[in-house]
């Protein structure tokens, strides 16, 4: 079993920057492949930004793209998400995931684990 637990959302005005982690409990994170979704209020849940287990592969929805970074210390069995020139569109809960290695996937369906969330607000 893994857990997972975000931290550092909050409220940042647009163009502010936030760093998100996530933290795991388990043993074997360095095996899994880590996403990040978000969801806001009355709208369903998207893909942000995913990294396989060795950080060869990284990928990224169009519009977080060239904003956000994700990146992992396996060491630290945290993975991170670097957020600059938030936008009032990127207000959403910020979620992580841990799937297993074989397919780096934006479908929520390939992760087996999720954290609880961590709430980003970005005011215009």
């Known amino acids: 079993q893994v857990q997972l637990v975000e931290s550092g959302g909050g409220l940042v005005q647009a163009g502010g920057s936030l760093r998100l982690s996530c933290a795991s409990s388990?043993?074997?994170?360095?095996?899994?492949?880590m996403g990040w979704f978000r969801q806001a209020p009355g709208k369903e849940r998207d893909f942000v930004a995913a990294?396989?287990?060795?950080?060869?592969?990284?990928d990224y929805a169009d519009s977080v793209k060239g904003r956000f970074t994700i990146s992992r210390d396996n060491a630290k069995n945290t993975v991170y998400l670097q957020m600059n020139n938030l936008k009032p569109d990127d207000t959403a809960v910020y979620y992580c995931?841990?799937?297993?290695?074989?397919?780096?996937?934006?479908?929520?369906?390939?992760?087996?684990?999720w954290g609880q969330g961590t709430q980003v607000t970005v005011s215009s």
């Open positions: 995931a841990a799937g297993f290695p074989g397919i780096l996937s934006r479908l929520g369906r390939y992760y087996d684990y």
């Open positions: 388990g043993r074997t994170f360095s095996t899994y492949n």
């Open positions: 990294i396989t287990w060795n950080s060869g592969v990284t």
